[in-house]
T-cell receptor, first 111, second 112 residues
């Protein structure tokens, strides 16, 4: 158990809808990272927050957004969903070093 | 540009046999190197890391990796694999912004 929690575990929704994925980092970790993992694209870094501020952006679509709250939990919002957004979404947390600790993921299915 | 290459998409090994998974990186400075494992349906777990010092690093689950600067490699090894080692393995290098640059992963299949 990494200490990172993600909810929900599974999510099934229709095209055009909006969903919110939630992540609680390990106790004491200030950084939260979001990743998308799909069969054709592999593991893709989306975005990183550090202590409430956006620190780095990867291959995140404009339809996606994230935020980190004062209690350090983070939410990833996915809107105008398309079939191609079906994937595993991982959250990871870390301190000021490179080590990242991954949550169990949310499996999103868009139908 | 910084990059990580895992040349093998799949590797099949018999249970009890030795394993070596390859990882090559491209990075200008001294790299910080990582191996992660992802079991089916699970998140990624840190196996081991290299920051400096001894170039042979030990990790969890009996894995080790050797940093070879001259070959820009950080190969993962295990002397005897178990069926429970079947998983996907990811190599990563840390960049100057504390981000991880990931390889595409190698899926390990264990033959009984």
């Amino acid at each position: 158990d990494s200490g990172v929690t993600q909810t929900p575990k599974h999510l099934i929704t229709a095209t055009g809808q909006r969903v919110t994925l939630r992540c609680s980092p390990r106790s004491g970790d200030l950084s939260v990272y979001w990743y998308q993992q799909s069969l054709d694209q592999g593991l893709q870094f989306l975005i990183q927050y550090y202590n409430g501020e956006e620190r780095a952006k990867g291959n995140i679509l404009e339809r996606f957004s994230a935020q980190q709250f004062p209690d350090l939990h983070s939410e990833l919002n996915l809107s105008s969903l398309e079939l191609g957004d079906s994937a595993l979404y991982f959250c990871a947390s870390g301190d000021s070093s490179y080590e990242q600790y991954f949550g169990p993921g949310t499996r999103l299915t868009v139908t | 540009a910084q990059s990580v290459t895992q040349p093998d998409i799949h590797i099949t090994v018999s249970e009890g046999a030795s394993l070596e998974l390859r990882c090559n990186y491209s990075y200008g400075a001294t790299p910080y190197l990582f191996w992660y494992v992802q079991s089916p349906g699970q998140g990624l777990q840190l196996l081991l890391k290299y920051f400096s010092g001894d170039t042979l690093v030990q990790g969890i689950k009996g894995f080790e990796a050797e940093f070879k600067r001259s070959q820009s490699s950080f190969n993962l090894r295990k002397p005897s694999v178990h069926w429970s080692d079947a998983a996907e393995y990811f190599c990563a290098v840390g960049d100057s912004n504390y981000q991880l640059i990931w390889g595409a992963g190698t899926k390990l299949i264990i033959k009984p």
